[in-house]
């Protein structure tokens, strides 16, 4: 039997999740639009590849990834780019960020699309295939998965933890996936193990998904590996990556470690599938299951196209009529879609319609009466009561001290709070505070550090030019002795007298002198630059155009003398 | 007596001897509490405090001038240093602007390069005669490049709030009188 550990804290929500099962995955029909956001991943903004009115591919890449830690992002299907501008985002603020609205011709012709014989490669290569194609963590953070399939150098890698857990309510995404491809996730789960290396693989599914478990056993068992697929209790949230890797390995990831350092890493099923879509069939990330329920007359699983309009997708479920919103991720950590144009992204991993019956508004919030029931279902071991009390009071050092940056705000101290404070509002404040004052002091920095260079240049090209100025002044010095040679020691004395006062009116006029003679010059040898290797039409352009210039040049220039005079009159 | 008197005197003799050596090797450069004061400050350079830069204002602090003269480090600033000097709190003895971003007008700039003398931090690029332009992620919003600007091309733009720099918001409901 398989020994299994516990974290601490955790709640056990209303799961809610049997509504959308009932139905197997269905692919949405094809929008009228898509919005396809470049940002979707953590990391660097990837670069757009297109332009308005351009026709892209299926699959085609349309946003470039920036740096290393980063993603691609691809056309959905084929279609005419409408513009490349600023949309509204599926992000709690509702601000705009840069999109390529695409429309599409209903043909869904995809580009050509290769396999990567993925065993005969150097795992470089195949890191940089699941960035060119997007693969990122599906299961909500999407952090690029290229960049977490490295191994620590000192330590060695022991476990490959596959979250299927899927602890949110609500959510049943990756129960479905699990259940109909299941295959596909297990060769998946192969190319990371490949590129890992690690002693064993845990595929963790929470035990409330007896069918998925069962999916997954038997796709195993299918593709022969030796995969161990195992059924966690259901506790929110067991699907926290650190909570995971505690339950099926017992390992406690620090606080600011990463987990290869513990010798373990973590990847959600639906990233694993996407991966081997990416590198068995060449097809990179242009969908994803969401789960859509809540207030619906037809909750149930669909397989959408990234940038698919929020108001596309909600049409499918037929959203009751007291529907007063929609939460985009699960009710614990989701947020509300800002509007209805905001496009399904592959963060988007359920969509709840709220209704006042589903998620009465909240009770008012009553002082913290520090009964400490927020600590006990602290999955990360944190003082939540605490941390809101400095996060309250603006005291954000006190906040970090109380390892605020440890909270995942999975939302379990705000369920059990019996003073329904929004806790993790208040961390999320406080978070988002620390990191402005990180940036405002980073800037500061850089500014200081440069104006104290720049002051330090200054000070060193004015040093240069009174020497140069000196050594001028001596060579001039030098030059005029020769010539009073023979006379007596007196008038040289005087002539060096002269040439002392002299000599900055004399200078400065040489120097005039010079660089009057230096431009005149170098405006005489200047020849465009941009003129060699021009075709003959464009050569006869520019005569063209020269013949029609010199005329205009001259009268010009008389009508503006002309034209002075006139006005004062 | 004269034994204690002696042994008293070497003591005061070595112990002067300790203290006038690590004076010596233990110098402090500069007043430890300018360096503090300055990095409280927003190094924008901008001598809206009437000094000219964040480190001849943090000196002057130091030796007692009023610590509410920073326009851009704001009412914040004015309480961090409050807390560090022990002095009281003061409102702001300007208008406190939100961040900014100077702006040059590409058209209009003809290349005199004024501007990029006047920026303190060398945010702006360009040459005699050719176009200048203001690198954003380097420019502190001073205003320093407005005034030399003879065509009056550079403007000074708020930085708009955008998902980088988007912050959650206070929960706090802050409760007001009606009527």
């Known amino acids: 039997m398989f020994q299994l550990f516990k974290f601490k804290g955790g709640v056990k929500p209303e799961t809610n999740k049997a509504v959308s099962v009932t139905a197997p995955i269905a692919i949405a029909p094809l929008p009228a639009q898509l919005i396809v956001p470049l940002h979707q991943s953590i990391g660097g903004m990837p670069r757009p590849l297109v332009k308005a009115g351009e026709r892209v591919l299926k699959g085609q890449r349309i946003g470039d990834p920036d740096k290393w830690i980063s993603a691609a992002v691809h056309a959905p299907t084929s279609g005419t780019v409408v513009s490349v501008e600023e949309r509204i985002a599926s992000h709690p603020s509702g601000l705009p960020t840069l999109s390529v609205v695409l429309e599409p011709d209903g043909r869904d012709e995809w580009m050509e699309r290769a396999p990567l014989d993925y065993a005969s490669l150097e795992p470089e290569r195949v890191r940089e295939r699941l960035r060119d194609f997007g693969v990122v963590g599906l299961g909500g953070a999407v952090f690029p998965s290229h960049a977490k399939l490295v191994a620590a150098k000192a330590v060695p890698m022991e476990e490959l933890v596959i979250n299927g857990a899927e602890c949110e309510p609500f959510m049943t995404c990756d129960d479905m996936l699990m259940r109909e491809r299941a295959e596909e996730i297990v060769r998946g789960v192969g190319i990371f193990r490949d590129l890992l290396a690690p002693k064993r693989v845990l595929i963790g599914i929470e035990d409330n998904k007896p069918e998925a478990l069962a999916a997954m056993r038997a796709a195993v068992q299918i593709v022969g590996e030796n995969f161990e697929v195992v059924a966690v209790p259901t506790r929110y949230p067991a699907g926290g990556a650190k909570q995971l890797i505690r339950v099926l390995t017992g390992?406690?990831?620090?606080?600011?470690?990463?987990?290869?350092?513990?010798?373990?890493?973590?990847?959600?099923?639906?990233?694993?599938?996407?991966?081997?879509?990416?590198?068995?069939?060449?097809?990179?990330?242009?969908?994803?299951?969401?789960?859509?329920?809540?207030?619906?007359?037809?909750?149930?699983?669909?397989?959408?196209?990234l940038g698919t309009p929020l108001r596309d997708l909600i049409a499918l479920g037929q959203p009751k009529?007291?529907?007063?919103?929609?939460?985009?991720?699960?009710?614990?950590?989701?947020?509300?879609?800002?509007?209805?144009?905001?496009?399904?992204?592959?963060?988007?991993n359920c969509i709840i319609a709220a209704s006042p019956t589903l998620f009465p508004p909240p009770a008012p919030e009553m002082p913290c009466i520090r009964c400490g029931a927020c600590a006990q279902a602290c999955p990360h071991e944190l003082q939540p009561f605490e941390l809101y009390w400095f996060a309250r009071a603006r005291n954000f050092g006190k906040t970090q001290e109380y390892n605020i940056f440890d909270c995942i705000e999975c939302g379990c101290c705000s369920y059990v709070c019996p003073s329904h404070i929004p806790l993790v509002q208040y961390f999320r404040f406080a978070k988002s505070e620390i990191w402005a004052r990180e940036r405002e002091k980073n800037q500061a920095d850089a500014a200081k550090a440069r104006f104290e260079f720049r002051n330090e240049r200054e000070e060193r090209e004015k040093a240069e030019k009174a020497e140069r100025l000196a050594k001028a002044a001596a060579a001039k010095a030098a030059a005029a002795k020769p010539a009073s040679e023979g006379v007596s020691a007196q008038s040289v004395a005087v002539t060096d007298n002269t040439a002392a006062t002299l000599d900055p009116e004399a200078i400065k006029k040489a120097t005039i002198a010079a660089a009057m003679e230096r431009a005149k010059r170098q405006r005489e040898s200047v020849q465009p630059k941009n003129t060699e290797g021009l075709t003959a039409a464009q050569s006869e352009?520019?005569?063209?155009?020269?013949?029609?210039?010199?005329?205009?040049?001259?009268?010009t220039d008389q009508g503006e003398e002309n034209s002075a005079p006139a006005i004062e009159k | 007596m004269l034994t204690a008197i002696l042994i008293m005197a070497l003591g005061a003799v070595i112990l002067g001897a300790a203290l006038g050596?690590?004076?010596?090797?233990?110098?402090?450069?500069?007043?430890?509490?300018?360096?503090?004061?300055?990095?409280?400050?927003?190094?924008?350079?901008?001598?809206?405090?009437?000094?000219?830069?964040?480190?001849?204002?943090?000196?002057?602090?130091?030796?007692?001038?009023?610590?509410?003269?920073?326009?851009?480090?704001?009412?914040e600033g004015v309480r961090k240093l409050a807390d560090l000097l022990g002095r009281e709190v003061k409102p702001l003895d300007a208008e406190e602007k939100p961040k900014q971003l100077a702006i040059i007008d590409e058209q209009t700039c003809i290349g005199c390069t004024l501007c990029i003398q006047a920026c303190p931090v060398d945010a702006i690029v360009g040459a005699a005669k050719q176009m200048h332009t203001v690198v954003s992620s380097l420019c502190t919003g001073c205003e320093l490049c407005v005034k030399p600007c003879p065509v009056e091309c550079i403007r000074m733009e708020v930085i708009e709030e955008s998902i980088d720099n988007w912050k959650w918001k206070y929960p706090v409901i802050e409760l007001k009188r009606v009527a």
């Open chain 1, 251 to 305: 390992k406690e990831v620090p606080a600011s470690t990463r987990s290869p350092e513990m010798g373990v890493q973590c990847f959600n099923v639906a990233t694993a599938y996407t991966a081997w879509r990416a590198i068995a069939h060449g097809e990179p990330v242009l969908s994803r299951i969401v789960t859509l329920t809540g207030n619906v007359e037809q909750p149930r699983n669909w397989e959408v196209l």
């Open chain 1, 321 to 348: 009529a007291d529907t007063t919103g929609y939460v985009m991720g699960g009710p614990m950590m989701g947020f509300e879609m800002p509007s209805l144009e905001a496009p399904i992204v592959k963060a988007t």
């Open chain 1, 541 to 555: 352009e520019i005569a063209e155009i020269e013949a029609r210039r010199t005329p205009l040049q001259k009268p």
């Open chain 2, 21 to 75: 050596y690590a004076s010596i090797k233990f110098k402090v450069e500069g007043n430890p509490l300018v360096e503090k004061i300055e990095a409280i400050l927003p190094q924008t350079q901008c001598g809206q405090c009437g000094f000219p830069g964040c480190k001849p204002y943090a000196e002057a602090i130091a030796g007692g001038e009023e610590i509410n003269r920073c326009p851009p480090g704001g009412q």
